[in-house]
């Protein structure tokens, strides 16, 4: 009987160490995953960090893209203002070219109206510098004026 009280003392014992091993592995368990869900909870904290810098990075290319319509909306309104500049000026030119070609044929004619009467017009004066001197001795009377030179004409860049 003693040997079956010890052999049952040694199971019993086995047992206990078993017991303890598997609480053992239940409790490094434990650990682990105490260890893994604060790792998770890093790593969706990361994402999140992650997820709001994409976001605004996304506002940031939104607000770039934005910007770059409204320039090429300006850019465009700018090509549309250039072009009736260019017209504008195209006109003018045409403008100061056709009375010049055609005073010679209309000089010492009057015309009449029925509420305005018609002068005659003084041909235009050849010399631009004469026309100023002579307006500015009528309005301030004779004094000895210079010459001007004509102005240099600078081409600037086009950007």
Not at 10 to 31: A, C, P, T
Not at 69 to 96: A, E, H, Y
Not at 105 to 119: D, L, S
């Amino acid at each position: 009987m003693d040997n079956r009280v010890n052999q049952i003392q040694s199971q019993l014992q086995n047992l206990q160490n078993n017991i303890n091993n598997f609480s053992q592995l239940v409790n490094n368990l434990q650990r682990m995953e105490s260890s893994h869900v604060s790792q998770l909870a890093q790593i969706v904290s990361e994402e999140q960090t992650v997820a709001q810098r994409l976001q605004q990075i996304q506002r940031a290319e939104q607000q770039a893209t934005d910007q770059l319509n409204q320039m090429q909306r300006m850019f465009n309104d700018m090509v549309k203002q250039l072009q009736q500049l260019n017209s504008l000026t195209r006109d003018l030119v045409m403008q100061m070219i056709t009375p010049q070609q055609y005073a010679t044929q209309y000089q010492g004619t009057q015309y009449q109206a029925p509420y305005y009467k018609a002068q005659e017009v003084p041909p235009a004066r050849q010399n631009f510098n004469e026309y100023r001197q002579q307006a500015y001795n009528q309005e301030y009377g004779q004094h000895t004026a210079k010459e001007v030179p004509p102005a240099k004409q600078q081409q600037q860049p086009w950007y």
